[in-house]
């Protein structure tokens, strides 16, 4: 199993540019979770989704999409990135719904300019 | 909202010593309580877990402690090796609320000292 893959893993935006971030796992997961890491802050939950064809907003979901067309893969959109968005993004599936239990992606290193 | 809070933000220690990383919560009604372990350039990894109905719980060279009471837990790292340093956050969790979602400490830097 590959677990959780992200791709990609490195990406520089221009201010006002779009892309969006794929998330993949094999698991079978029903749990998917979309995080932003910055220095001191530790991760923070954008959005999630508790199965194919839901999302729901986290802690700081203002500036981001996100869609769940197939269970084993959540994507994360940036309509207009800023250079607030600049950050490590991490992806994360979760089988359990009681503990919580989550498997991290390598993680996405965006900058924004 | 659960807070966690983690200290220190970065912990030094030589090879062979032991490291311990504290958290405090703030939701008496937490009952979940990971470690995660993120090394350079890679994702967090499940490493220890707790939950509430048990005061330790030790895993070869590691072990969290938690007291409900004071609402604090604590990993605890014996005979530290280089292979330790990493980035640890902690998180807490309630279990019998559906909606509620693992909220993360801010993390740890250990740096082990050859």
């Known amino acids: 199993n590959a677990g959780v893959t992200q791709t990609p893993k490195f990406r520089v935006l221009k201010t006002g540019q779009s892309m969006t971030l794929l998330c993949a796992q094999d698991?079978?997961?029903?749990?998917m979770y979309w995080y932003r890491q910055d220095p001191g802050m530790g991760l923070r939950l954008i959005h999630y989704?508790?199965?194919?064809?839901?999302?729901a907003k986290g802690e700081v979901p203002d500036g981001y999409n996100v869609s769940r067309l197939k269970k084993q893969n959540f994507l994360l959109g940036l309509e207009s990135a800023a250079p607030s968005q600049t950050s490590v993004y991490f992806c994360?599936?979760?089988?359990?719904?009681?503990?919580?239990?989550?498997?991290f992606g390598p993680g996405t290193r965006l900058t924004v300019l | 909202g659960e807070n966690v809070e983690q200290h220190p933000s970065t912990l030094s220690v030589q090879e062979g010593d032991s490291a311990v990383i504290k958290c405090t919560y703030s939701?008496?009604?937490?009952?979940?309580f990971p470690w995660y372990k993120q090394e350079l350039g890679k994702g967090p990894q499940l490493i220890i877990d707790?939950?509430?109905?048990?005061g330790e719980k030790k895993d070869q060279r590691i072990a969290v402690t938690l007291n409900k009471t004071a609402k604090h837990f604590s990993l605890h790292i014996t005979e530290t090796q280089p292979e330790d340093s990493a980035v640890y956050f902690c998180?807490?969790?309630?279990?019998?609320?559906?909606?509620?979602?693992?909220?993360f400490g801010t993390g740890t830097r250990l740096t082990i000292i050859p």
């Open positions: 994360a599936s979760s089988y359990d719904p009681a503990t919580d239990t989550q498997y």
């Open positions: 698991m079978n997961h029903e749990y």
């Open positions: 989704s508790v199965g194919e064809g839901t999302t």
């Open positions: 939701d008496s009604a937490s009952n979940y």
């Open positions: 707790i939950r509430s109905n048990v």
């Open positions: 998180a807490a969790k309630k279990t019998n609320f559906g909606n509620e979602k693992l909220t």
